[in-house]
């Protein structure tokens, strides 16, 4: 019983330490193009020879900007949705540890249970594993 209960712990904790990491790596991602994009929004207009503003300078500079916004709606979202994702299965953790003293006994022992029936259906052993065939089988040996 304790070593299902510690190993779902273990699975569950390894999958919340990989989606926190996601988030976290999407997130320097998205701070990363946020400042590409605030410096290219408000950095200097790069100038030709002339002191005129080149027409094909702005349009190659408002084409990124919109590329560099698109990519960051996109990484937002994702790292939003990650981000729920780890607080989700932090919570679903925590109340799984909550249960160690009230309902977890019970529940994980019966699925341990359910594990040795399978196993001995499994081995060829399912006549023994029937409960009416098991009763028999000990009341034959203790009547003799």
Same mark, same amino acid.
């Given at each position: 019983m304790v070593i299902v209960y510690t190993s779902l712990l273990v699975l569950l904790g390894g999958v919340g330490f990989l989606t926190r990491r996601r988030a976290a790596n999407l997130e320097r991602r998205y701070t990363k193009v946020l400042k590409e994009a605030n410096g290219l929004l408000h950095g200097p207009p790069k100038e030709g020879n002339s002191g005129r503003a080149d027409p094909y300078q702005s349009a190659k500079r408002?084409?990124?900007?919109? +590329? %560099?916004? *698109?990519?960051?709606?996109?990484?937002?979202?994702?790292?939003?949705?990650w981000q729920h994702r780890a607080e989700k299965l932090a919570q679903l953790v925590a109340r799984l540890r909550d249960w160690k003293g009230r309902k977890l006994p019970?529940?994980?022992?019966?699925?341990?249970?359910?594990?040795?029936?399978?196993?001995?259906?499994?081995?060829?052993?399912?006549?023994?594993?029937?409960?009416? +065939? %098991?009763? *028999?089988l000990v009341t034959a040996w203790i009547s003799g």
């Open positions: 408002t084409y990124q900007l919109g +590329q %560099l916004a *698109q990519k960051k709606e996109q990484l937002e979202t994702a790292h939003c949705t019970y529940v994980v022992g019966a699925f341990d249970a359910l594990g040795v029936l399978c196993a001995l259906e499994y081995a060829g052993l399912g006549d023994y594993a029937n409960p009416r +065939q %098991l009763v *028999q």
